[in-house]
């Protein structure tokens, strides 16, 4: 966990610093355009097939495993030798082929991502999908109750038909990140009243590896992107965070506070760990 002053705790301590990505097999790992100072590409052979990595001595003391978009990085001491490093890359091979996968799995979401930004293109709000549509008003409408959304609902933004897929997106987004500055106040402050507690501040953060923190200072900041997803999972980042306030750690008795403000937590918790910010396809 890193750690900072003021002190600051990450949502998740380890999977959402993870840069591991989607994998489906059928799509072969990208190249890096260029390789860090020192580093060389490597293959070994697993049971399963051929594995391409790129091997880079560093300054540390164990050997380091990373999946990245282009693949399996691995950082090694000056020690180490190659049967070592690709004794280790066996034991974790399970792991490996997993992140792989999941490596791969982001990028065709990604790759699809370029279709929404469109009109008639569906993005999700709340746990439903609304549909994006341009028209010429002075600001942004909603055909819908945007505090309720129902799937099929339309975000009109103030564009002309000619508008490319980059202003649509930035529209789009500033609607997104004004609504969850609304919607996020009134969770926060029930999950507040509930608890007990009182913060110092509150605010949007747009952070690729984190979904929330809370500082020792009593500030909170909740990622904007939460605004995607069902209120549920919503609510139990907000009740992480208010736990803070009353536990700086992940003690039993922080998650038992955690679970006395939000009673369902491990469903949407275990969602979150397999959707952190930076592999989401939207935004």
């Known amino acids: 966990m890193r750690t900072a002053d003021p002190r600051q705790l990450d949502l998740f301590s380890a999977g959402l610093r993870a840069s591991d990505g989607p994998a489906d097999p059928r799509l072969p790992p990208i190249p890096p355009a260029d390789l860090p100072p020192g580093a060389r590409r490597r293959t070994l052979a697993l049971d399963d097939g051929m594995l391409d990595y790129v091997l880079r001595r560093a ?36 792991w490996i082929r997993e992140k792989l996968r999941d490596r791969d799995r982001r990028l065709e979401l990604l790759a699809l991502q370029a279709g929404q930004w469109r009109a ?14 341009l028209d010429g008003a002075r600001s942004a409408r909603y055909e819908g109750d945007p505090a309720a959304p ?12 000619t508008a490319d897929t980059g202003r649509i997106q930035e529209r789009a987004q500033a609607w997104l990140q004004a609504r969850a500055r609304i919607d ?52 139990y980042v907000v009740a992480h965070e208010v736990a803070h306030l009353k536990e700086m750690n992940h003690s039993p008795a922080f998650w038992r506070e955690v679970e006395r403000l939000c009673p369902d937590f491990w469903t949407a918790r275990d969602t979150l760990r397999r959707q952190p910010p930076d592999t989401l396809p939207l935004i």
Not at 64 to 89: F, N, S, V
Not at 211 to 232: D, E, K, V
């Open 150 to 161: 129902a799937t099929g609902d339309r975000l009109f933004l103030p564009l002309p038909d």
């Open 59 to 94: 300054r540390r003391k164990t050997i380091g495993l990373h999946i990245r978009d282009t693949g399996l990085m691995i950082q090694a001491p000056a020690w180490a030798t190659r049967a070592q490093i690709e004794d280790a890359i066996r034991h974790k091979a399970a």
């Open 184 to 235: 996020f106040e009134g969770r926060l402050q029930r999950c507040l009243d509930q608890a007990g507690q009182s913060i110092a501040g509150w605010g949007l953060s747009s952070a690729q590896g984190r979904w929330g923190s809370c500082t020792s200072q009593r500030r909170i900041r909740l990622n904007w992107r939460l605004i995607h997803f069902a209120p549920a999972l919503i609510d």
């Open 120 to 133: 008639g293109g569906r993005i999700p709000y709340l746990g439903v999908a609304i549909e994006l549509q």
